[in-house]
């Protein structure tokens, strides 16, 4: 279990933390016989194999994140929150760019994760594939979902704090017209 915590909130810290959450998503080298491709033309005899093997990797895909997940935002948007006020979280502009980075990796995941749903849903779903594997793919989709939520947080977070976008009265518009309003003002 990793024990280090985010002793002060920096663009440094948020670099690193987005960086750590990436390089855990990409630590699993997924087995080939797992790509798309291959995943559309299974033939029956394969079948069981190949459908185990991807339950695992996602299985151990989540179990990595779920690690990581479970040590770095929670700490990191906690010192985001007691931040000292009127000093800039993110004065160097290295965390936001990590932030958008991650976000957007985050965000292909889960497009990767919908594709290979889609693929097992048209050769049989889970009558064919079983709904252990459906489960494990739902399970580490929210988990990346919850990734993309913590990167937007904590860019806003930076972004508002800095200056860089107004703060909207509680976050909520009434009409769209108030929300492009606010952006001109950028």
């Known amino acids: 279990m990793i024990t ?20 855990g ?6 087995p080939e016989e797992l790509s798309e491709n291959a995943l559309a033309n299974l033939r029956k005899n394969q079948n069981k194999r190949v459908i185990q093997t991807l ?8 179990n990595t994140q779920a690690a990581l997940v479970a040590t ?10 007691n931040f000292t006020p009127g000093q800039e979280m993110d004065p160097d502009d290295i965390g936001v760019p990590a932030l958008e980075k991650g976000e957007a990796y985050f965000i292909n995941e889960r497009k990767e994760l919908r594709d290979i749903r889609d693929i097992l849903q048209r050769s049989g779903g889970a009558k064919v594939h079983g709904t252990e594997v459906f489960s494990e793919l ?3 989709d ?11 947080e904590i860019r806003w977070l930076i972004l508002i704090n ?9 976050g909520i518009y009434a009409r769209g017209a108030e929300f492009m309003a606010s952006l001109e003002d950028l």
């Not at 998503?25 to 997924?30: D, G, I, M, P, T």
């Not at 929210?142 to 937007?152: A, C, H, N, T, Y």
């Open 4 to 23: 280090q915590q985010v002793a002060e909130f920096s663009g440094e810290a948020v670099r690193d933390v987005a960086g750590a959450l990436v390089w």
């Open 25 to 30: 998503a990409r630590s699993l080298e997924q």
């Open 55 to 62: 339950t695992d990797y996602l299985r151990e895909q989540y």
């Open 72 to 81: 770095f935002p929670d700490r990191l948007l906690k010192a985001a929150k």
């Open 138 to 140: 739902e399970r580490l």
């Open 142 to 152: 929210e988990l990346l979902k919850s990734l993309v939520i913590f990167f937007q």
């Open 162 to 170: 800095d200056g860089s976008v107004p703060p909207s009265k509680e």
